[in-house]
């Protein structure tokens, strides 16, 4: 199937290109190297974050806000338990405060009456001093009023379940006006823009990975760059493996977790193989190609097969190549299959 329609997209673009002129274009020749060959391991997607919503409160499920699937902000709503009776008591309390301060202002006054009066040797000592006292337990009484009020409007609070960071709900575990106990499970959340990947690989794959450097791993429905986060020195007896996490963000993308991960790996080993610069290989049609220049400078395409690397070379094969061959390795972008070129750099 990927041939014909190769075929039909060659002749299509042959049509289309014959009065454009030749594409301008470099080429190098294909040469026979050394190159690290790429192993392909298999490893296992994981949500960086996912956590188990429950509970801080008992009560009655008031409102539900989220349906399995929805995608949550951080601090956003999940989940309202009745608070009737915690706003009746909350209030009192805002009542309690606003006495308290009717009844410190009326006691500061005194004081300062009293100073005043003290001052003057108007008045007993005692006298001030009571008068003192009612001041100073004014203040405290105001002060535990307005404490009493805040450790309503923390319980008041924790009758909402959020969303403790951004992601998607994956399930759901209570139903309207269903009785919630403190630390009951309500939901699980998982942050999709960040992910997890997993393998288990042998020590001499290991030793050659860089924190610093960008690795591809191909996911299901995309190839994300992803960046070595840990190396696990405690391994697998039987299989002489390692678990090696990488980490890579993927924003808006769908992913599922316990998806499958591949990543082709190179240690310092090398082999003989056929080398072009590592610009010459593109992307077409969802595969890697090359751009072969015929001997009436027509450009053919070629699926090719990368089997390692080698600083700027890259080592393919595929059926049909040859040492000498001349390859586009700069302007490939431009060309299409069967497009006439003009080579610059002869």
């Known amino acids: 199937m990927i041939k014909k329609v190769l075929l039909v997209l060659a002749v299509i673009s042959s049509s289309l290109f014959a009065k454009g002129g030749p594409a301008l274009v470099n080429v190098a020749s294909l040469e026979k190297g050394k190159i690290n060959p790429l192993t392909e391991f298999i490893g296992t997607v994981k949500f960086e974050n996912s956590s188990i919503l429950a509970s801080e409160s ?21 989940i309202k338990i009745d608070s009737s009776i915690l706003d009746a008591q909350i209030k009192a309390a805002q009542a309690a405060v606003n006495i308290a301060k009717v009844e410190l202002k009326n006691s500061k006054n005194d004081y300062n009456r009293y100073l005043a009066l003290i001052n003057k040797k108007s008045i007993a000592q005692k006298t001030f001093d009571d008068m003192q006292l009612a001041y100073e337990l004014a203040k405290q009484k105001l002060t535990s009023s307005e404490a009493k009020l805040q450790e309503l409007k923390i319980q008041k609070n924790k009758k909402f379940v959020k969303a403790p960071y951004d992601g998607v709900i994956v399930s759901k575990d209570v139903n309207l006006n269903e009785w919630v106990n403190n630390g009951s499970k309500v939901a699980n959340i998982v942050n999709t823009n960040n992910i997890e990947m997993m393998f288990n690989l042998p020590i001499g794959y290991v030793d050659e990975l860089s924190k610093t450097k960008i690795y591809k791993i191909a996911l299901p429905n995309m190839v994300v760059d992803a960046k070595l986060y840990a190396a696990i020195p405690s391994g697998d007896k039987l299989t002489r493996t390692f678990p090696v996490r990488f980490k890579a963000i993927v924003k808006d993308k769908f992913i599922f977790d316990g998806a499958q991960a591949k990543v082709k790996l190179a240690k310092e080993i090398k082999k003989d193989a056929l080398v072009i610069n590592r610009d010459a290989v593109i992307k077409r049609f969802g ?56 080579v610059l750099n002869k």
């Open 58 to 78: 008992s009560g009655l499920v008031q409102k539900i806000y989220f349906e399995v699937g929805k995608k949550v902000k951080k601090g956003e709503n999940l």
């Open 287 to 342: 595969q890697n190609v090359i751009f072969a220049i015929n001997d009436k400078s027509v450009a053919n395409m070629i699926p090719v097969q990368i089997i390692g690397f080698d600083g700027l070379k890259a080592g393919i094969k595929a059926k049909g190549l040859q040492e000498g061959m001349k390859i586009v390795v700069k302007g490939n972008e431009r060309v299409f299959p069967n497009q006439p070129v003009k």
